[in-house]
């Protein structure tokens, strides 16, 4: 079936810090990927989202590239700020057989 | 401002006592969705509805009911809960009859003791 598998966190970066969470999915066909992001005590947004191989999403200084050969969506931000400090999910979604996957989260802590 | 509301936010219960969790919101979507979200599991997904009078079961529907009678409605029952049904629930529309690109409530943290 259908999955995603994310990095575990915590990640604990200081302001102004490289950031990359690893995604990757098992899925069959051609799933649309996405980054959700989860603020404290608030439901998820969606921060990105890609539909295609070699697809960019890119949302608030926040990248990932679709990559079918590697079959992963890893999230980069070249810069951290305090404000960043949120869970991370990957998901991925199958139209085929409305499927929707979420990763388990990874928490992201960043430090003055 | 369009929105997916759930309420109450917060509930601590006895198991056994039935509840119920809303969900609405306003934006005219056709598909929507509950999940729970549990420590290192992350988002699995409980019903889903694609349609009024449409609903289907997600990866962990035991001792969980849905209901979608107005397009804008989608409560989520439990007949009788207990302690393992302790978790954060959210709810979730998306635009068309798909779960693509969903739009999440603040979600509910149920207490079953």
């Known amino acids: 079936g259908n999955s995603v598998t994310q990095m575990e966190g915590p990640v604990t970066l200081s302001e102004e810090a490289f950031l990359t969470i690893n995604c990757t999915y098992t899925?069959?066909?051609?799933?649309?990927l996405f980054w959700y992001v989860q603020y404290p005590g608030e439901g998820l947004q969606l921060l990105l989202k890609a539909t295609k191989a070699d697809d960019k999403g890119s949302n608030k200084g926040f990248e990932a590239t679709y990559r079918k050969e590697t079959t992963s969506f890893h999230l980069e931000k070249g810069s951290v700020q305090v404000s960043d400090s949120a869970v991370y999910f990957c998901?991925?979604?199958?139209?085929?057989?409305?499927?929707?996957?979420f990763g388990a989260g990874t928490r992201l802590t960043v430090k003055p | 401002e369009a929105q997916v509301t759930q309420n109450p936010r917060y509930l601590i219960t006895v198991t056994g006592k039935k509840l119920t969790v809303t969900c609405s919101q306003n934006m005219n979507h056709e598909y929507m969705s509950w999940y729970r979200q549990d420590p290192g599991l992350g988002l699995r997904q409980i019903y889903y509805s694609m349609n009024v009078e449409v609903t289907d079961k997600g990866d962990v529907p035991e001792g969980y009911k849905v209901s979608r009678k107005e397009k804008r409605n989608f409560p989520l029952i439990l007949e009788s809960p207990s302690p393992n049904q302790t978790s954060l629930y959210f709810c979730?529309?998306?635009?068309?009859?798909?779960?693509?690109?969903?739009?999440f409530g603040p979600g509910t943290r149920l207490t079953v003791t």
């Open positions: 998901a991925l979604y199958r139209y085929n057989n409305n499927d929707m996957r």
């Open positions: 979730a529309s998306s635009f068309d009859g798909s779960g693509y690109e969903q739009y």
């Open positions: 899925a069959t066909g051609y799933p649309s």
